[in-house]
Nanobody, 115 residues
Framework: QVQMVESGGGLVQPGGSLRLSCVVSEGIFSSNAMAWHRRAPGKQRELVAGIGIGVSTTYADSVKGRFTISRDNAKNTVYLQMNSLKPEDTAVYYC?????????WGQGTQVTVSS
């Protein structure tokens, strides 16, 4: 069974930072590009950042320069370092493969940016 277990979310003030982690089933992680997605209240799910099996990365324009995606192949874990957070970053954040697979969605982790 494929598992994506996200963690690291929470409540943070504008301008603050959070680091999200996602532990992925080994067989899926090692052979796929990975990505972080988010769904804000009342909005469609959107791609936030992606990372290839190597070091190539891609970011949504809204997070460029503030967010950094990385992966640790020894730990089957993908990370999202989020700096200079804004209220509009408030959402549930999910990891998945890139492109995403419907059956791989996990529970996500809530990020709330508010003063």
């Amino acid at each position: 069974q494929v598992q994506m277990v996200e963690s690291g979310g929470g409540l943070v003030q504008p301008g603050g930072s959070l680091r999200l982690s996602c532990v992925v089933s080994e067989g899926i992680f090692s052979s796929n590009a990975m990505a972080w997605h988010r769904r804000a209240p009342g909005k469609q799910r959107e791609l936030v950042a992606g990372i290839g099996i190597g070091v190539s990365t891609t970011y949504a324009d809204s997070v460029k320069g503030r967010f950094t995606i990385s992966r640790d192949n020894a730990k089957n874990t993908v990370y999202l370092q989020m700096n200079s957070l804004k209220p509009e970053d408030t959402a549930v954040y999910y990891c998945n493969t890139l492109p995403w697979m419907e059956d791989y969605w996990g529970q996500g982790t809530q990020v709330t940016v508010s003063s």
